[in-house]
DNA sequence: ACAGCAAGTGTAAACGTTTACGCATCCGTT
DNA sequence: AACGGATGCGTAAACGTTTACACTTGCTGT
């Protein structure tokens, strides 16, 4: 491994003066500068990482913390993350706890060893893991999360929500100006993303506002595979079954959409016309399926660009006052998997 | 930030103790132990990572290197990778370079720096980044390379390679067998992986192997968006109108494949019926598609395994002598979206 | 009773950087 | 001619760890 001072040995110069003419940032000769990079360049010359943050405090990185590789929402929120990270000339390096709340706790925990210097997090619940979210307020470090649960508004942490209410309202609007009265929701047993209690929530409220009764029962739970695809296609079967009479689904996201409209495809039964099917998220598969996906859409753009606007805020000591909550609006994006309620 | 010193001062003893109470590598009496975890508990002490990094050497992460996020094919080997460097004590941290080959530089050029113990990666191209990967070695850094182009025979490199030779011979072989002579392969002009160039090769080869002519012009090479999915949306359109006669297209991989059956299924053109379809690394959405995908399958598992074999294989200082190349083979899955030649 | 050994702990050096401080040297001004 | 300031660079300290080495105990075996 080639050191500063190897480099300075060869030049003929301090390693401190290397350190300032690689830098760039204090005065060095330009003669000096110049045999110093080259010499440098010679040798293969790359700066410590380790050594630089030990000294400096500063990673220049950014943590990206998610449930799971594979959920397409995720990986584009975590697109534009990275593209904003890269202007900001700041890595980003991503880890995934792959819906183990085991992992999920070290992950964090990880983070506050200063492997960055600090943290945007999509997180499966939020309570397990308080006292460590509350580190990161305490020591000063960035921390948003993504997709913030109802349930934590007393946890100093910085969050950005989405308007579930709105959405769910929009929804179920679409689908009782269709016809449609019998409406059911299904879901992962093991929610990916905080959100989903919301939603299941959410959506009984909503139900029981648009005087729908029997609402309590309307919640499909699919015991969780690790493969939301897959609980998809296996709910489809059950819904068939259990609930015979439901005219329209509210999917926990596209993917499980997709799950059931194949198997229901398998079944012979069509969408949108014996069941209409409304997915979340609108993932890229939304607008590729056959038929497409009526989806609740969310930003990916604006939750990135969000996310790393209240992450460079706090970067850069601005305030440390009070958590930062910003709440996202959503949008139905009607396509062709929801139509007329099918009469009978 | 607490530190050991600041454990130690509170416990009244030596920071080596410390460090040693909770390393619990060197022989401490159990009481100065107890006493040393239930301050440091209560303190909140979280070991520096620079610091450790700097003194031990030892990072225990590995870098995985994507060419985005977002290529499920990608993902599925990542939480792989993901699932075996957790049972070894190993963190995984990945970052991506959206395809971008300045980032790529990047990328490799960070992971140098010794952010972590060693790099597996898939990577656009080698050779502009061969200087890079022959680093690694010089270093006995362990760098895993998958998705082999079959370019780089001399770079001293691990890697892992796919059978694509007998993927597409699998392939054409279906095909033929169901009729087809004019067959056209759709690409994306920015490859996301470096073995679709070689793709391209083997696709001509193999044609010319099945006796058809005119090989040459049966490429057809979509500009990107940066959506794959939109390419092959796109490429249905152009496909219809220069290659009218073609009766079965290989796509690139499963999304472009999606964005051509969608677009195919708004011209009212049936798959299989009209025109067959063969997707490329059985991404989740290949069994979920209307028609489902007939598809060249690699398994990710396999991938993810082997590749982290050979990494730690590397890290325990094994052997240095020769380059590791793993050819892994690859499977034909046919499903519902080729059938026989529209005759005529 | 004393050598020898093991167990437990403290001291100090190292890992590779950045940067405050201080010392030369050089130039321009009086 | 002498002085002041700017410029360039070397010295040393610091960041938080781990660990080799040495030192004190207390114990065992002769």
């Known amino acids: 491994m080639v050191t500063l001072r190897d480099v300075a040995r060869e030049t003929g110069t301090s390693y401190a003066t290397v350190s300032r003419a690689l830098n760039g940032k204090s005065r060095v000769s330009p003669v000096t500068q110049k045999r110093v990079l080259e010499v440098a360049r010679r040798l293969g010359y790359r700066p410590?990482?380790?050594g630089r943050v030990l000294q400096s405090g500063k990673t220049n990185t950014i943590g990206l913390i998610l449930p799971c590789y594979g959920d397409p929402h995720h990986n584009e929120v975590a697109q534009t993350i990275q593209e904003e990270a890269w202007q900001r000339q700041h890595e980003l390096m991503t880890v995934s706890f792959e819906?183990?709340?085991?992992?999920?706790?070290?992950?964090?925990?990880?983070?506050?060893q200063r492997k960055c210097d600090g943290v945007i997090a999509y997180l499966a619940r939020l309570t397990p893991v308080e006292e460590l979210i509350r580190r990161f307020w305490e020591q000063r470090l960035p921390c948003v999360v993504l997709g913030l649960p109802h349930d934590v508004h007393d946890t100093p942490?910085?969050?950005i929500g989405l308007d579930l209410v709105a959405g769910i309202e929009q929804v179920i609007e679409h689908l009782v100006g269709l016809g449609h009265?019998?409406?059911?929701?299904?879901?992962?047993r093991i929610a990916s993303s905080g959100s989903i209690r919301d939603r299941v929530l959410l959506?009984?409220?909503?139900?029981?506002?648009a005087g729908m009764q029997d609402c309590s029962r309307n919640i499909l739970f699919q015991p969780s595979t690790g493969d939301t695809v897959q609980d998809g296609y296996k709910s489809a079967d059950r819904l068939l079954r259990e609930y015979p009479d439901v005219t329209a689904v509210i999917a926990m996201d596209d993917r499980m959409a997709a799950g059931m409209i194949?198997?229901?495809?398998?079944?012979?039964?069509?969408?949108?016309?014996?069941?209409?099917?409304?997915?979340?998220?609108?993932?890229?598969?939304?607008?590729?399926?056959?038929?497409?996906?009526t989806t609740i859409q969310f930003s990916p753009e604006k939750i990135g660009k969000t996310a790393i606007e209240i992450f460079f805020d706090r970067l850069d000591r601005k305030t440390w006052e009070q958590p930062k909550r910003i709440v996202l609006p959503t949008t139905l994006v009607v396509r062709e998997s929801t139509g007329p309620a099918k009469s009978g």
Chains 1, 2 share one sequence.
Not at 100 to 109: F, I, K, M, Q, V
Not at 181 to 188: E, F, Q
Not at 203 to 209: H, I, K, P
Not at 276 to 289: E, F, N, P, Y
């Open 99 to 112: 819906m183990d709340p085991n992992r999920e706790r070290t992950c964090l925990a990880n983070m506050l």
């Open 203 to 209: 959506f009984r409220a909503g139900l029981r506002r």
């Open 48 to 50: 410590n990482h380790a």
């Open 181 to 188: 009265r019998r409406i059911a929701m299904v879901v992962d």
């Open 157 to 159: 942490v910085d969050g």
């Open 262 to 293: 194949r198997r229901l495809y398998e079944l012979g039964r069509k969408v949108p016309d014996d069941i209409s099917i409304v997915g979340t998220d609108d993932m890229w598969i939304a607008r590729t399926l056959v038929p497409s996906l």
